[in-house]
């Protein structure tokens, strides 16, 4: 049983460039999160999705940062116009959104780095 | 004010000896619940255990172990028999459900970077 599966596992971009990033939950599971890791941090929370609905953004900068999570294929993260202080680790996690427990399961990470 | 403090940057121990790594927590939330992960330096995070609040019981899987004091607000995790392997960093989190809500977004704490000695 394949667990949440990121890519790239490793992304380098120029300053002003664009990064996408990708998620594929576990199978089953219908929730996806997007937290972000930056150097000697916990992780933050950055938006919580469903299929086809941000549930919430609360995390997400206003700027250039957007999330989605079609009905077909994985969520995507994506980053306009990439600076320096973008440069982290973002982590997908994944939940069954059966209520309860909720026990969110982490994708390996993209690790962005902004030249 | 944070949600979650880990107040331990660094932790030391023997092999094979018990480490117990802090946690406290801040919620008006009656209804919540506390995880730990690790994270080894590969970098992914690690599902280790998990308390609810409501959970009578202290929370055990293998030789995880969560020492929850509701009052106290502390969820501390207890690794037992340190192997060289539980050598990684630590971290707390909390969910909170916000009644009438459904959102389960994790807040986490900084962390402990735990360092197990031969």
């Known amino acids: 049983n394949a667990g949440v599966m990121q890519n790239p596992r490793h992304l380098v971009r120029r300053r002003g460039q664009e990064a996408r990033l990708r998620c594929s939950p576990m199978k089953g599971h219908s929730h996806v999160y997007w937290y972000r890791q930056l150097p000697e941090e916990g992780l933050k929370f950055m938006v919580y999705?469903?299929?086809?609905?941000?549930?919430?953004e609360s995390g997400m900068p206003k700027e250039r940062f957007s999330a989605e999570f079609p009905k077909e294929g994985p969520s995507i993260l994506r980053i306009q116009q990439v600076v320096r202080g973008d440069s982290a680790a973002y982590f997908c996690?994944?939940?069954?959104?059966?209520?309860?427990?909720?026990?969110?399961?982490f994708g390996p990470g993209t690790r962005l780095l902004v030249l | 004010a944070q949600k979650i403090t880990q107040t331990q940057p660094g932790m030391f121990v023997q092999e094979k000896e018990a480490v117990t790594l802090d946690c406290t927590y801040d919620?008006?939330?009656?209804?919540?619940?506390l995880f730990w992960y690790k994270q080894p330096s590969s970098g992914e995070m690690i599902f280790l255990i998990y308390q609810g609040s409501y959970d009578q019981q202290n929370a055990t899987e293998g030789r995880y172990s969560l020492n929850f004091q509701k009052a106290r607000k502390s969820a501390n995790l207890v690794i037992s028999a340190s192997q060289l392997g539980d050598s990684a960093m630590y971290f707390c989190a909390m969910r909170e459900r916000k009644s009438g809500g459904s959102n389960y977004k994790l807040t986490f704490g900084k962390g402990t970077l735990l360092t197990v000695n031969p």
């Open positions: 996690a994944s939940s069954p959104g059966l209520g309860g427990q909720e026990t969110q399961y």
């Open positions: 999705l469903q299929k086809e609905n941000i549930i919430d």
């Open positions: 919620t008006s939330d009656p209804s919540y619940g």
